[in-house]
């Protein structure tokens, strides 16, 4: 049966990101873990995909309009894809069990949710602070600096989902001041799907995917890119992303707070994994 309340999240997500290159795997994942009880690694996995299909929809219409910068979308793919299937190697290699899983996802998560949040909150004071420094590169210090940042974003998407859209979002700021901001949030878009792709393709080997919902937030995020890709150049962001960050930072909190007595089984579960 098709819920009307996955269309409709998968739509709002969707304009979200499209008008602001961020919210996707941010808000969708902790919205499948707390609001409908979904396994914090099978929500990841699902978002991944889900991700990789919307953000596609996105890419297109970014590249309608030429705003996608694509010397920069090579760079961070160079870094991040080779560390996310790094990292996805590691995972299936620790073995976790379905509650170690559990809190690792949701321990990254809240990380990925408090980054993303301050990157929206203090963009403006970071670029300030570090834009005549990064000015001052030359273009071999950029892109290798793209890179490295790519790697990761590879890391941190691998494990949450989260992290492509601010926080990419404001390192492309940084790396590429002369570009406008339709441009960056192209920029970002177009490099999530190769990312997004790959990473979820990982998880499903791993077994942590949910067709069913998928399809079903896809009939709601593939309009809602679209439109809001549209009315990207159209609406004031600044309010919406302060609205977003505090959002991230509860959300994050509620995680966390879920999550703190359990961490230990983490460690726990490494530490059995790596004896000989």
Do not use: C
């Not at 940084?174 to 901001?181: A, F, G, I, T, V």
């Not at 890709?229 to 992303?241: G, I, K, Q, W």
């Not at 707070?257 to 579960?269: Q, R």
């Amino acid at each position: 049966m098709i819920d009307p309340l996955y269309v409709t999240s998968g739509f709002g997500v969707g304009l979200l990101v499209g008008m602001t290159g961020v919210g996707g795997g941010s808000l969708m994942t902790p919205l499948l873990i707390l609001l409908f009880g979904i396994h914090p690694s099978t929500a990841v996995g699902t978002d991944l995909l889900y991700a990789a299909a919307t953000k596609t929809g996105g890419s297109v219409v970014h590249s309608w309009a030429r705003s996608i910068h694509w010397p920069a979308v090579t760079r961070l793919a160079s870094g991040s894809i080779p560390a996310s299937i790094l990292t996805l190697i590691v995972l299936w290699q620790l073995h976790l069990d379905s509650a170690a899983a559990r809190s690792l996802v949701n321990v990254v998560l809240s990380f990925a949710l408090l980054l993303t949040a301050a990157s929206l909150i203090f963009r403006k004071t970071i670029m300030d602070s570090l834009r005549w420094r990064m000015e001052r590169l030359d273009d071999r210090t950029i892109a290798r600096a793209t890179v490295l940042v790519g790697a990761a974003l590879g890391v941190l998407v691998s494990i949450s989902s989260v992290g492509a859209g601010a926080v990419g979002v404001t390192a492309l700021l940084l790396l590429y001041p002369q570009l406008p901001m339709s441009r960056i949030v192209g920029s970002d878009i177009a490099h999530a799907v190769p990312l997004t792709l790959i990473a979820g393709i990982g998880h499903w080997a791993l077994g942590a995917i949910d067709w069913h919902l998928m399809a079903v937030l896809l009939m709601g995020s593939l309009p809602g890119i679209i439109v809001g890709s549209y009315f990207a150049t159209r609406v004031p962001e600044m309010a919406l992303r302060l609205m977003l960050a505090v959002t991230l930072i509860v959300v994050a909190g509620k995680l966390v707070s879920s999550e703190w007595p359990w961490t230990g089984s983490i460690v726990a579960a490494v530490a059995q994994s790596t004896r000989p």
